[in-house]
């Protein structure tokens, strides 16, 4: 079980996508997201009112490559910025939701997105695995939207062993196991400034404040925003 003592580390530790403002979360059905300098994977959680990859990670932001992984064809398409035109120019030309996207920042980004209103018709919202690793996202359309999911239950009903995402703050991947817990709460060295965010998935109010000795343990997460490496046993889908 691994010791965590404060949400702000958790979230550092575990990637380095944080969603900023709750707000962005409710009336306007959009979310936005910090990136920090270097590699990250990344992931749509729903379906993006425009999935251009020029609208979905402007000119403005200073991303200059992506790359999408093809599981079922084991290779990566990509897409780089012309630094002239500031065009994407490459096989990505869309950011979808059943997949995950491994970009680069030249310096700090914030990517803004917006949910489809409503849902295109026909749209499924499982998300294939393959036998061994699938790059995949976090998908969740529910308002207010939880800054993380549990791991054992967003990936309920599929054999997997662990899954894993870089964090470029740190150049170190982080582990997420089946099974695994850790612990959240103030702690006692870096006591929280703010109300620690801890646990919509312990069934436990989202913003509750914990005392200074108050010590936490819940299901290892998943992060919204995060698009993780999944090692499983078996071809299956996942089922948000």
């Not at 490559?65 to 065009?87: C, F, H, I, P, Q």
């Not at 850790?182 to 801890?198: K, W």
Request: some cysteine; charged content about 20%; hydrophobic content about 45%.
């Amino acid at each position: 079980m691994k010791m965590i003592t404060r949400m702000v580390t958790l979230g550092l530790v575990l990637g380095a996508i944080l969603m900023v403002t709750a707000s962005s979360l409710l009336a306007d059905s959009s979310v936005e997201f910090k990136l920090s300098p270097g590699w990250t994977l990344i992931s749509a959680p729903f379906v993006l009112a425009d999935p251009a990859i020029e609208i979905v990670i402007p000119a403005t932001q200073p991303i200059d490559v992506v790359m999408e992984w093809d599981a079922a064809a084991n290779m990566w398409y990509v897409s780089r910025r012309d630094a002239k035109t500031g065009l994407f120019e490459g096989d990505v030309k869309t950011i979808r939701p059943d997949t995950g996207y491994f970009v680069r920042a030249t310096s700090a980004a914030t990517l803004h997105w917006q949910q489809a209103q409503p849902v295109p018709a026909g749209y499924q919202s499982t998300v294939p695995a393959e036998k061994g690793l699938t790059l995949v996202p976090v998908l969740n359309s529910s308002r207010p939207m939880p800054y993380a999911l549990a791991a054992d239950d967003y990936l309920e009903g599929v054999d997997w062993m662990k899954a894993f995402t870089f964090n470029p703050d740190t150049s170190k991947w982080t582990t997420v196991k089946r099974g695994e817990t850790i612990e959240v709460g103030y702690g006692f060295d870096n006591p929280c400034t703010e109300a620690c965010q801890a646990s919509a998935y312990e069934d436990r109010d989202f913003n509750e404040v914990f005392t200074p000795l108050d010590i936490v343990e819940v299901k290892a997460p998943l992060f919204m925003g995060h698009a993780y490496w999944l090692y499983t046993m078996d071809e299956d889908s996942i089922l948000p």
